[in-house]
């Protein structure tokens, strides 16, 4: 019997909490309704020398939002494609519980699977979500190996928008971080 990564590495759980708003943060309303406005496309990028407060901005933002919202704060061992995926389904699952199993057995398969299969069915899966919701992939700079830029890219190519609801992704980076290629309009 093989062993998946999930089972060899249990997910840290304080990674899929929001983080708290300081006390005397500056309000930047200009900042919050570009924001807002992002909320209509499948990916919005937030981008700043470390320290400019991409982190606190964007989690007062999601408390002020009327969506149900979920975050996952990455680092460089999440480069991993299976062990990103199972963040990111955990995330999804913390607001909605029965979303992505079948991804999840995918993923906790031994077998590795071509990222047009796992994106593929995590997109059907997401289309199944009848909520708009709002993921936010905080670090996402940290995060160095193509197989998980190419998962993200292959998303982005097909972001469940002919419905009236659907995911959406914001990415927190440092200016000068790795940023992925994104899809051709």
Not at 95 to 100: Q, V
Not at 122 to 137: P, S, Y
Request: charged share 20%; glycine share 4%.
């Amino acid at each position: 019997m093989a062993i998946s990564a999930t089972e060899t590495l249990p997910l840290i759980h304080t990674k899929l909490y929001k983080p708290r708003i300081a006390e005397g943060l500056i309000p930047r309303p200009r900042l919050l309704e570009l924001l807002d406005r992002g909320r209509e496309q499948p990916l919005t990028l937030v981008v700043a020398p470390a320290g400019y407060g991409k982190t606190s901005q964007v989690a007062a933002w999601l408390e002020a939002s009327d969506w149900p919202s979920t975050w996952l704060s990455l680092d460089e061992q999440d480069s991993d494609l299976n062990l990103f995926l199972c963040y990111i389904i955990a995330a999804i699952q913390s607001i909605f519980p029965d979303a992505c199993r079948e991804t999840a057995a995918l993923v906790e398969t031994a077998a590795e699977l071509p990222i047009q299969v796992l994106s593929r069915t995590l997109v059907n899966e997401l289309v199944q979500i009848k909520k708009d919701f709002l993921l936010v992939l905080d670090d996402y700079h940290l995060v160095h190996e193509m197989a998980v830029h190419d998962l993200m890219t292959e998303i982005l190519r097909h972001p469940p928008r002919a419905l009236p609801s659907g995911g959406r992704s914001l990415r927190s980076n440092r200016s000068g971080g790795a940023r992925p290629p994104e899809p051709a309009p």
